[in-house]
T-cell receptor, first 115, second 115 residues
């Protein structure tokens, strides 16, 4: 079974629009960690954020914000006032304390921001 | 600080040849991971090391694949003999702690093409 589901395969928005990327995870572990990574066209994977299962506070970093809701097993990512430089593939990932260092990556959401 | 360094960035080789990919993790990081990314299978963990010791190689696809970490600042992933289906982007990543308590930092990747 897929531990991390990113149902949106591709999203296109016009510049300055807000966009939310969905991430739903599945785990039985009570201690786990969630991550978002960005993969721009150049190919490298860039770390964006890490959240542990005991901290449900939403986080904001500039135009980026993350909404962690344990009740729905979701860790969604919102980009406000999108820019062309936000065009990339975004991956959500899960790591469980019990399984150690295995990172379970979603299949990614390809975001295209149209100027 | 230098990030994870991988070489070469691109490798084109003929089927049957030996291929060696190299990685230098971030200094002080105790964990090193090798991933493979393809369109069909997404990001797959191949093997990871803790303090230079291979901990889990269950993701290594076949005996043709081998990985070593002779010291804290260097790791290799070798494919011998290579096959066209090995064509992919291979990422190396490192983290300070394990179990998801720290994010993994990825190198720029090696794009391998086997003809």
């Amino acid at each position: 079974a897929q531990k991390v589901t990113q149902a949106q395969t591709e999203i296109s928005v016009v510049e300055k629009e807000d966009v939310t990327l969905d991430c739903v995870y599945e785990t039985r572990d009570t201690t786990y960690y969630l991550f978002w990574y960005k993969q721009p066209p150049s190919g490298e994977l860039v770390f964006l954020i890490r959240r542990n299962s005991f901290d449900e506070q939403n986080e904001i970093s500039g135009r980026y914000s993350w909404n962690f809701q344990k009740s729905t097993s979701s860790f969604n990512f919102t980009i406000t006032a999108s820019q062309v430089v936000d065009s990339a593939v975004y991956f959500c990932a899960l790591s469980e304390a019990q399984t150690g260092n295995q990172f379970y990556f979603g299949t990614g959401t390809s975001l295209t921001v149209i100027p | 600080d230098a990030g994870v360094i991988q070489s070469p960035r691109h490798e084109v080789t003929e089927m049957g040849q030996e291929v060696t990919l190299r990685c230098k993790p971030i200094s002080g990081h105790d964990y090193l991971f090798w991933y493979r990314q393809t369109m069909m299978r997404g990001l797959e963990l191949l093997i990871y090391f803790n303090n230079n010791v291979p901990i889990d190689d269950s993701g290594m696809p076949e005996d043709r694949f081998s990985a070593k970490m002779p010291n804290a600042s260097f790791s290799t992933l070798k494919i011998q003999p290579s096959e066209p289906r090995d064509s992919a982007v291979y990422f190396c990543a490192s983290s300070l702690l394990g179990g998801g308590r720290n994010e993994q930092y990825f190198g720029p990747g090696t794009r391998l093409t086997v003809t």
